[in-house]
């Protein structure tokens, strides 16, 4: 595995986990426009998690060339980029369907 792989894979781990940073530290502190049903917060919101399937999405392309491709086969690098994503997605949707859940418990309104 490449020094490029790593530098993706811990990109994609970074964007992953700011989500759910962003949501509990900067997302409440953002104002909505009276009579706008969406803030900046949403906004952000949203380009993180486009942001996020866009780097899932080109992770497990990469995964898929280089598990078929005979010339860039690297068993390694296709198993990383294949379950980095996975997981990185997985930790970020159940962090905010149960973490934030518990979280706001404790959170001062």
């Not at 280089?66 to 390694?76: C, E, L």
Request: glycine residues 6%.
């Amino acid at each position: 595995m490449t020094s490029w792989h790593r530098s993706f894979l811990i990109l994609l781990i970074i964007v992953a986990a700011s989500g759910p940073f962003f949501r509990l530290a900067i997302y409440h502190k953002l104002p909505v426009t009276p009579g706008n049903p969406v803030g900046l917060g949403d906004i952000i919101e949203v380009m993180i998690y486009s942001i996020l399937i866009l780097l899932c999405f080109i992770s497990i392309c990469g995964a898929i060339l280089h598990a078929v491709v005979p010339s860039m086969r690297d068993k390694k690098a296709a198993l990383w980029l294949a379950l980095t994503p996975v997981a990185a997605y997985a930790g970020h949707y159940l962090f905010f369907r149960f973490g934030l859940q518990l979280l706001s418990q404790y959170r001062p309104h």
